[in-house]
């Protein structure tokens, strides 16, 4: 029988992460499929997207499209454009796409225009924000999608709202937590900072442009930040978008104050580093998606400067709390932390190490 050809389409740091069990597993069906991965090149930054092939032993890209950073428009349309070319010369059965940003979108366009079959995975995720770009690619992927792996119970409730056949979405789990297993296994408590001691700090993340592109909003978050500093350290990796508006807002004087009062501020992470620097952490503020769903999987208490989520399940079974930017819940929740009355957490179903299993499974079997 001839091998089932899919091509997977990635361009930033949360792809990489989620398609990794997806190679991985694919390579143990060699003899039933052949693949090809297609870097985008929305994220191109060492940081942000080669160290991250090399950590999670998943071969180079077959083929970069270098599309480089624009705006929304200009970049899925550089993506089209490329991957178009890519998809005619290569003919695959599949075309497989993974969350949501600008490439997960793109590469779903073409291959419904070119009637080639599509797999969304995490599906079915909703903000119910259309002003978060994310939204738009999640919504728009999934009505042209074929086949919709989904994480959690809200996004199967969330695509029959929207009219897709119960017999297209497949419940699967959430193929972040199959990378967060594989490599906690490996992981000792060492440290990235050698100055931490375990528990004795906070982790902050910020990258979204609803927090860091306007710069009032973007001050008074690092006011809070150093405000926090006053009671526990925190470690900043920055985003090169973050850094950026740092910079061009003149709020550098603001980095220089945290830094004075413990902060350890850096450039992003390798994947694990950033994993031992989350599991031995206090606690997370964030607001990214991913990190929702990795501190609900390691008991870690997350707050989310966000008015929504995507990911209910991280709140209403795990150990997420929504804030969005209310410097008095931020610190209520913080004293519930340090006081040790912070709610405890559970796993939510099928987020068990072995999504990516199930993923090929459902493939090859209707292919």
Request: charged share 25%.
């Amino acid at each position: 029988m001839k091998r089932l050809r899919i091509i997977n389409v990635v361009g930033a740091r949360p792809n990489f992460i989620k398609i990794a069990p997806i190679v991985w597993e694919i390579e143990k069906r060699s003899k039933e499929i052949e693949y090809m991965i297609v870097h985008t090149g929305q994220h191109y930054d060492h940081e942000m997207s080669q160290t991250f092939f090399d950590e999670l032993h998943i071969p180079p890209p077959h083929i970069n499209l270098n599309a480089g950073s624009d705006t929304h428009a200009k970049q899925v349309a550089k993506i089209m454009i490329k991957l178009e070319d890519v998809l005619l010369n290569y003919k695959p059965d599949l075309v497989l796409v993974v969350g949501d940003v600008n490439s997960t979108l793109a590469g779903a366009l073409v291959a419904a225009k070119l009637g080639i079959k599509i797999a969304h995975v995490e599906a079915g995720l909703r903000s119910f924000n259309k002003k978060m770009p994310e939204e738009i690619n999640r919504k728009l992927t999934d009505a042209i999608s074929d086949l919709l792996f989904t994480t959690e119970e809200s996004a199967n409730i969330n695509l029959k709202k929207e009219g897709i056949p119960p017999e297209m979405i497949f419940f699967v789990g959430n193929v972040m937590i199959d990378t967060l297993k594989s490599f906690l296994k490996k992981l000792d408590n060492s440290l990235p900072f050698s100055e931490l001691k375990i528990k004795d700090y906070g982790v902050v993340t910020l990258h979204r442009p609803c927090n860091v592109n306007f710069p009032e909003v973007l001050s008074d978050l690092l006011d809070t930040f150093i405000e926090i500093s006053k009671k526990i350290r925190l470690v900043i990796p920055l985003h090169p978008r973050t850094l950026n508006n740092i910079r061009k807002f003149g709020l550098i004087d603001k980095i220089n104050i945290l830094k004075q009062k413990g902060a350890i501020v850096s450039t992003p992470l390798s994947y694990t580093q950033m994993i031992r620097l989350v599991k031995n952490s206090r606690f997370v503020i964030t607001d990214s998606g991913g990190l929702q769903e990795e501190t609900t999987y390691l008991g870690i208490p997350c707050i989310t400067i966000r008015k929504v989520t995507e990911r209910p399940s991280t709140v209403e079974i795990g150990t997420n709390v929504i804030v969005g930017k209310d410097k008095k819940l931020i610190f209520q929740y913080l004293e519930d932390i340090f006081e040790n009355r912070f709610k405890k957490g559970s796993i939510p179903p099928l987020w068990d190490g072995n999504t990516a299993k199930r993923i090929l499974d459902v493939i090859t079997t209707i292919r």
